[in-house]
């Protein structure tokens, strides 16, 4: 029958080895028949969770009525409450999926499965954003079925699936759903597709919504023989730091070939592909700068640098005070916030008679960090010599050396945290 899909479902998760879900149930269609459909699923672990924006006035009541049909379906139900405050400038759809996903990615246990209700008709709308963005052949993907998240999985096992035929199922089962006011708001791009624009390509190409996910699907496929290939040539060009990539082999590679190499070591390394000018300011900026240049290109969650040749990719840099001064008195692991890091004790496990002693114990255990002008005498090194000296000679990058942590006993310079020591 058109408004049963478990038996279109249920293989999809006879493949699978994992057998617990969550599933991100906002109280809408889409994720209300996802949750029902899997309810009907055997021999699975399934609970629910709901995400509470704080956006909009009518939410405390969804998060009920949420609560409610998990309580009638016997689901394990929890909520995670984000009363979120957009920042000027920023796109309210952007700033709330980000905040969604990073609670849900908190919430999914080991191995879990997280599911999402998408459909086909998201789908479409996904791919014409990409499309009117200028996005590239990832982009174009769209949204794939299955893909790795957080400590498990992401799965939308919905995605063949019509909202029509979604909204069978809800009539045939006598669904209660929320409606979002929100969702009729044509400020909002893909409210404008989904009202104003794709009723239109549907009334001139009946089939466009099965026609155009079917392409975002051949993109995708396109995408990941693109993404095995390119994996296997990056390793021509890697640096001589693990995790970074060598400035001259870029520089020797074609344009296309080096963008595209930039563009997967970037998405393999966990970040943001970043937008098609911001990836020319890499090339420009970071690649083709001076060797005495520091150049650092930005873009949301990452930045770009450049140093002894290699490039690196990291998460932008926190604010830090390097002019704290820190007491420890090794009864228990530091924690260094402004770094988000934990110096521990059990380093300093070689220390331990030198510093129980009285004279040790009344001078102190203190954690600098580099003002310029220090000097040690590192462990098989026949004199002291600037610490500036040892990181060069160490490749240590100029954007971490103010934030290595600097052990002090009195005075004395005993040890740069990770990096090198006097002999104790």
């Not at 200028?134 to 498990?152: E, I, Q, R, V």
């Not at 098989?380 to 600037?386: A, E, Q």
């Amino acid at each position: 029958m058109k408004h049963d899909l478990l038996a279109a479902v249920e293989p999809l998760f006879t493949i699978l080895e994992q057998r617990s879900f969550l599933v991100a149930y906002s109280g809408g269609l889409d994720s209300h028949v996802l949750l029902h459909l899997m309810s009907r699923v055997p021999d699975i672990k399934l609970r629910a969770i709901h995400i509470d924006h704080g956006l909009q006035q009518a939410s405390p009541w969804w998060g009920r009525h949420c609560r409610e049909i998990c309580s009638e379906l016997d689901i394990p139900f929890e909520q995670a409450s984000l009363n979120l405050q957009v920042p000027d400038g920023q796109s309210l759809e952007a700033y709330a999926r980000e905040a969604r996903y990073q609670a849900l990615a908190k919430a999914l246990n080991k191995n879990e499965v997280l599911l999402t209700g998408h459909h086909q008709n998201d789908q479409v709308e996904t791919l014409l954003i990409q499309l009117l963005r200028g996005a590239g052949g990832a982009g174009l993907a769209a949204m794939p079925m299955m893909s790795g998240f957080a400590l498990g999985s992401h799965m939308r096992p919905l995605l063949n699936f019509t909202r029509e035929q979604l909204e069978d199922y809800a009539d045939h089962y006598k669904l209660s759903y929320v409606e979002d006011g929100s969702n009729a708001d044509l400020r909002f791009d893909r409210n404008y597709l989904r009202h104003q624009i794709i009723p239109q390509l549907v009334e001139h190409w009946p089939g466009c919504v099965r026609t155009l996910s079917r392409a975002a699907l051949i993109q995708g496929e396109t995408q990941r023989l693109l993404d095995f290939y390119v994996a296997q040539d990056v390793e021509m060009v890697v640096g001589s730091v693990e995790g970074t990539l060598s400035v001259d082999a870029l520089i020797q590679c074609e344009p296309v070939r080096r963008r595209a190499l930039l563009r997967y070591w970037i998405s393999a390394s966990g970040f943001q592909a970043p937008s098609s000018k911001k990836l020319q300011h890499v090339v420009s900026d970071v690649l083709f700068s001076a060797e005495d240049a520091m150049p650092c290109v930005q873009w949301s969650g990452a930045e770009v640098r450049r140093f002894h040749g290699n490039v690196y990719i990291m998460a932008p840099l926190s604010e830090h005070d390097a002019k704290q001064v820190l007491f420890w008195d090794l009864q228990a692991d530091l924690p260094i916030e402004s770094l988000g890091i934990e110096l521990k004790a059990d380093v300093l496990a070689e220390w331990k008679t030198k510093l129980s002693t009285e004279s040790s114990l009344h001078t102190g255990l203190t954690v600098r960090f580099r003002q310029g002008g220090e000097v040690m005498h590192p462990a098989g090194r026949n004199k002291s010599i600037p610490l500036k000296q040892i990181f060069q000679q160490l490749a240590v990058p100029p954007w971490l050396r103010q934030r290595i942590p600097l052990l002090y006993l009195g005075d004395e310079l005993i040890m740069a945290y990770g990096v090198c020591q006097v002999e104790p």
